[in-house]
């Protein structure tokens, strides 16, 4: 019989649910505050830049409007991951804080994101250097070489669903 693994071993529950413009402001906190650490420093100087402008809280909030879905991951009341995807099956976001990494947390938002694509179809997104592994391990494959487009370095994949 398995024993109940006490909650201060895992830490606290991680909630999630889909993001509303007001969470604007704290779902860019989080991609900004992870995307100088791991992102920007492949990146030129002005590819940085206009990736971090692109993930303010304003721009974060007009693709919210403009149908963008977004899932936010909370520790109580602290963000902790970030997913979205535009549609119709682009994975435009998945970061995960710190704090909150090697959890089983990127999968969890990585299945949540994945349900929102209907049927199943194939999901793109663009993969930095530092998520390359990641998303190898959730099933994606590169579909061509690393690439730099406006000083911003990624490697396009593609997820296909199971036959």
């Known amino acids: 019989m398995a024993m109940p693994v006490p909650e201060h071993a895992v830490g606290p529950r991680v ?17 900004c505050e992870l995307t100088r650490r791991w ?11 206009r990736l971090l402008q692109m993930l303010a809280p304003e721009p974060t909030g007009k693709r919210l409007d403009d149908g963008f879905r977004y899932l936010v991951a909370q520790r109580g009341d602290v963000l902790v991951g970030v997913a979205a995807l535009r549609p119709p099956a682009h994975l435009f976001h998945l970061f995960v804080a710190e704090t909150a990494q090697r959890q089983g947390l990127a999968r969890r938002m990585w299945e ?13 997104v663009n993969a930095s250097r530092h998520a390359l592994a990641v ?12 690439l730099c487009e406006h000083g911003i370095v990624f490697t396009p994949m593609l997820w296909r669903p199971p036959a």
């Open 15 to 31: 909630d999630l649910r889909e993001a509303t413009v007001a969470d604007a402001a704290a779902v860019s906190a989080l991609v």
């Open 39 to 49: 992102i920007a420093p492949d990146c030129t100087p002005d590819g940085a830049a």
């Open 112 to 124: 949540t994101v994945q349900a929102w694509v209907e049927p199943p179809a194939p999901i793109t």
């Open 135 to 146: 998303y190898r391990q959730l099933g994606f494959e590169a579909t061509g070489p690393e």
